[in-house]
Nanobody, 122 residues
Framework: QVQLVESGGGLVQAGDSLTLSCALS????????MGWHRQAPGKEREFVAV????????NYTDSVKGRFTISRDTAKNTVSLQMNSLKPEDTAVYYC???????????????WGRGTQVTVAS
């Protein structure tokens, strides 16, 4: 069983920065691929970013490339999402996710956090 707990959401202005963090605990922690999905009001949940078990390989959805950076701290079992140049369309509930493979994380994670709200005002 893997547990994920997010923190760091909030209300910001367009152009601001925000960092989300997620703590991972439970069995097989080290082997888990971690990442983020988000769900905007009235829309389906979508993949945002993923980092391999040691953070050495990352991938992003096109709309956040160049603005968001995912990083992994294996010593602390955490994953962070640094979000810069935020736009109103980034407003969503952001969910931390875990899976055993990169593709699994991007398409069908096996574990989810409860989510944290990010609101970007124009």
């Amino acid at each position: 069983q893997v547990q994920l707990v997010e923190s760091g959401g909030g209300l910001v202005q367009a152009g601001d920065s925000l960092t989300l963090s997620c703590a991972l605990s439970g069995r097989t922690v080290i082997s888990q691929v971690m990442g983020w999905h988000r769900q905007a009001p009235g829309k389906e949940r979508e993949f945002v970013a993923v980092a391999s078990w040691n953070g050495g390989i990352t991938n992003y959805t096109d709309s956040v490339k160049g603005r968001f950076t995912i990083s992994r701290d294996t010593a602390k079992n955490t994953v962070s999402l640094q979000m810069n140049s935020l736009k109103p369309e980034d407003t969503a509930v952001y969910y931390c996710a875990a899976a055993s493979t990169m593709r699994g994380l991007m398409t069908k994670p096996t574990s989810w956090g409860r989510g944290t709200q990010v609101t970007v005002a124009s």
